[in-house]
């Protein structure tokens, strides 16, 4: 057997692809919006790495824009970046970033504008989507 089958990267791997996607999407508290239209936050764990699909749109209240991770990222590392897409104040899309910051929260996934850290809007509609891969103590 190689190191993924017999539990080297923390399990049985092929189990844990078959797994179903966990729906945090209720508990997750996310804050950015009035109201939602669509509200998706699924995960997956894959031994010490949690994998996060988001997808939320709807009415922006609040400049900032963050979603509630299902498990606390490891403090191993200081930032995990990620690209997103984003749209805000009811413009056309364009690349965001999400990141989880360690050093303050690391239950709380941030999402910016672009890779300058520039806010989204605070009015009109606002849409983030993406995916997000964290490592797990």
Known sequence: ?????????????????NTPWIDFSQQSTIVGWSSTT???VFYKVFGKT?????NITGTSNSATTTIQ??????????????SCYVTFNS????NGLSFINTSSD???LSIFRNYTGAALS????KEVSGSVTYIID
Not at 122 to 125: E, F, L, V, Y
């Open 1 to 17: 057997m190689n190191g993924v089958a017999n539990g080297v990267y923390g399990g049985d791997l092929p189990n844990q692809i």
């Open 91 to 94: 413009t056309t899309g364009e």
């Open 50 to 54: 949690v994998t996060v699909f988001f």
């Open 69 to 82: 991770l299902p498990i606390r990222a490891s403090s191993i590392l200081v930032t995990y970046l990620n």
């Open 106 to 108: 690391a239950t709380i």
């Open 38 to 40: 669509t509200r998706r």
């Open 122 to 125: 605070n009015t009109g509609n």
